[in-house]
């Protein structure tokens, strides 16, 4: 059998496995706990600049209190959650609720006292500064 003639349509396995498909996709059930078992996770951007490293996460809908950002041993770690909107009613719900957690290992260079966060039009950005570098010297021997 050559592929560029192959018709799905008449192969029995494809047959079932389309009509299982559709019947999947009739179901609201089924497709709300697909949605619920994704585990959440924000997009995120990470920017090494001259002076200092920027994460940004998309986070709408996560109220800023709703979110614990710490700083412990060399790792950023950004928390939160974002409230379930009414389960009645939908036909289709795909935006993910529920707790994340994402986490950022920072390079020694990074300043951990000096990081500041702010959340704007559902965008969560934390600021890095990089420590002032030292000036080199040479070191007389005696």
Request: hydrophobic share 40%.
């Amino acid at each position: 059998m050559r592929i560029a003639n192959y018709n799905s349509k008449h192969d029995p396995v494809w047959h079932l496995l389309d009509k299982w498909q559709k019947q999947v996709e009739q179901r609201p059930v089924a497709r709300q706990t697909v949605a619920q078992a994704k585990a959440w996770q924000p997009a995120a951007d990470i920017r090494e600049l001259a002076d200092q490293f920027v994460i940004t996460l998309d986070i709408p809908g996560v109220a800023p209190e709703a979110l614990d950002i710490q700083m412990e041993k060399g790792v950023l770690s950004i928390a939160g959650a974002r409230q379930a909107t009414a389960q009645q009613g939908y036909q289709r719900q795909e935006r993910p609720s529920g707790e994340f957690l994402r986490r950022f290992s920072l390079p020694e260079v990074a300043d951990i006292t000096h990081i500041s966060a702010n959340v704007r039009h559902g965008v969560l950005t934390v600021t890095i500064p990089r420590k002032l570098s030292t000036q080199s010297r040479t070191i007389q021997v005696k």
